[in-house]
DNA sequence: ATGATTCTAACATCATCATGTGATTAACAA
DNA sequence: TTGTTAATCACATGATGATGTTAGAATCAT
């Protein structure tokens, strides 16, 4: 038996969600509130759902900041994100806060159902213009680099070393040359990437532009 | 009518899929090869697919490059990775490298001809298990830090100067303090961090690991 | 063969960084 | 009041980094 919990502020909608689900074989939905807070006045003196149903927008603290207090107190709840919202930052911003889904607010009730029980299963459950949005990012995140920039092989050892904060003499004894072989490396790598200090080719690396 | 492309070496899985694709109404599946070479072959020669279909594991040049050399050329078109891997790094360069959906091999058929149906709704496929890989990324992204390690709002913006590949001058010239403070908050943040060099402080912060 | 890259290396020099020590001021909590 | 923390500044010194110049050996494509 599952047990769901709700916040949102629209009460029609709460209701209609709440009564679906509680009338499933499965699942038990004891919970439905207005805001944040008051879920978790409930989650101090209850027992914990296994699933959150959350909006966004609500009254007092947003659900997002809602998301990371629960996911902290209470890590093992999982939560979906359910909003009208789809811009890239509400998605990804409910993604790095812990939420386990993301579902828009025109998902059918059964699909809602279907949802929950795929989250029970180890699936995430994710509305399909969501799941573009997140692949879409990924997708974005390799073509940043140009062709010119293109470092060598060993010009990407001396940069993994850079990565794991060595010094130039430690980068030599690592790769088994010398320091100064280090520093024309060095150089030419800064040539090519436009830079002139570590710190630079750093963030130029960790942002994914190289 | 959707055309439908598939690379796939398994001749029993290969024969069956474009079968039943090509069975559908709405569906044509004019062409299943063994490897990326040979789909090559075809996409220079005929109209092209809107989506194929690819494995990863294949004969000659693998799937995931293979799908960044069909993307470059032919980016108008839409790849789905069918395949048994379900590990993250084949997952995460797939989607790198263009993939529109993942889908894992157990997939049956007719949700595979749904994925596709999703897919040119503007959806993005993905198996459960691979929805909950590619969430889980993300909420792995943020709860790194740990308490101890905070850093004043101060510390934060020299911080954001080491970002931007600044000088402890120019740091001091940005902040309107003196070199000598900027020295003093780096030696309180590298206590705090546990590092020592400049280097390190930018990779931890870009990891996001302050 | 010839030229272009890449990797290797040395020498030199000035700038910047890392670190130690010590100190003043303000804010805030015990 | 006293202790703590954050932010500010100074002086000093050895280590490391950034940059210029030069050049031999290996690889590879024209």
Do not use: W
Request: aromatic share 4%.
């Amino acid at each position: 038996m599952a047990i769901i919990g709700i916040v949102e502020d629209n009460k029609k909608i709460r209701d209609l969600i709440q009564r679906y689900l509680d009338m499933q074989e499965e699942m038990d939905c004891p919970v439905a509130t207005d805001s944040v807070e008051e879920m978790l006045e409930f989650l101090e003196e209850h027992q914990h759902p296994d699933v959150l149903l959350m909006d966004i927008q609500l009254p007092g603290m947003s659900g997002i900041k809602g998301m990371e207090i629960i996911k902290s107190k209470y890590p093992e709840i999982d939560i979906i994100m359910l909003t009208v919202y789809h811009d890239s930052h509400k998605i990804f911003d409910s993604l790095k806060a812990g939420a386990s889904g993301y579902l828009l607010k025109h998902t059918s009730l059964p699909e809602i159902k279907e949802s929950i029980e795929n989250l029970m299963k180890g699936g995430a459950p994710m509305s399909p213009q969501i799941a573009r949005k997140v692949i879409t990012h990924f997708n974005d995140m390799a073509p940043k680099k140009n062709e010119e920039s293109m470092l060598t092989s060993r010009e990407q050892d001396i940069v993994n070393g850079l990565l794991d904060g060595l010094s130039y003499k430690m980068i030599a004894d690592r790769l088994d040359i010398s320091i100064d072989t280090v520093r024309a490396h060095i150089r030419n790598i800064y040539k090519k990437l436009h830079v002139n200090s570590k710190a630079e080719v750093i963030a130029k690396s960790l942002r994914g532009e190289i």
